[in-house]
């Protein structure tokens, strides 16, 4: 059962380019989180989806970001118009159910730098 | 302002040392976690702790959770090189949001 898969590793984008972060998460998980992480800090959420739906966007800026997560294929997360506060490491977790009684899994995450 | 805090930011031990790791929160929550995280990789979960748990182990790893106090603390025992990462406790909230809040993690160093 392979773990929450994410890609690309790294991300090279210039200013004004759309970046695009892909997660597949684990086998069986419905539940998808993306969080951002800048250097030698902790993780901020930006959004939870499920199959379809966007659950919870609120740590999501309201401009230039959006993410989906479609019936068939990866969870995916846009930036469009990428500026330089933008690079920062992307991370997205999958869980079975929510997280009131399951635990998160992590995937390797996406490192985006805008030059 | 953060749920969870993290105390120390930085700790740097011997190896074959125990070392500890606290973690405050403001609100009441449905579980805490906490992971590890190697420089420059993904997190690796390690243990849950539900609100109505007062102690868990695994392996190495012993987390006390206190819910009249909102902290939780990690212990590493016997702790090793490989154990050098930074650390973070997440809770998951009771009310509404089901999402994992992070604190800023504690950078443990492991001396040989």
């Known amino acids: 059962n392979a773990g929450v898969m994410q890609n690309p590793r790294h991300l090279v984008r210039r200013r004004g380019q759309e970046a695009r972060l892909r997660c597949s998460p684990m086998k069986g998980h419905s539940h998808v989180y993306w969080y951002r992480q800048l250097p030698e800090e902790g993780l901020k959420f930006m959004v939870y989806l499920q199959k379809e739906n966007i659950i919870d966007e609120s740590g999501m800026p309201k401009e230039r970001f959006s993410a989906e997560f479609p019936k068939e294929g990866p969870s995916i997360l846009r930036i469009q118009q990428v500026v330089r506060g933008d690079s920062a490491a992307y991370f997205c977790a999958s869980s079975w159910g929510g997280l009131q009684g399951t635990e998160a899994f992590f995937g390797q995450g996406t490192r985006l730098t805008v030059v | 302002s953060q749920q969870g805090e993290e105390d120390p930011q930085a700790l740097s031990i011997q190896e074959g040392e125990n070392a500890t790791m606290n973690c405050s929160y403001k609100?009441?929550?449905?579980?805490l976690q906490w992971y590890r995280q190697n420089s420059g990789r993904g997190l690796v979960h390690l243990i849950l702790?539900?609100?109505?748990?007062r102690e868990k182990h695994s392996g190495r790893l012993r987390v006390t959770l206190d819910t009249s106090k909102k902290s939780s603390s990690l212990l590493i025992t016997a702790s090793r090189a490989a154990d050098t990462a930074s650390y973070f406790c997440?809770?998951?909230?009771?009310?509404?949001?089901?999402?994992?809040?992070f604190g800023q993690g504690t950078r443990l160093t492991i001396n040989p």
């Open positions: 702790i539900r609100s109505n748990e």
């Open positions: 997440a809770t998951a909230l009771i009310q509404g949001a089901q999402k994992l809040v």
């Open positions: 609100t009441s929550i449905n579980n």
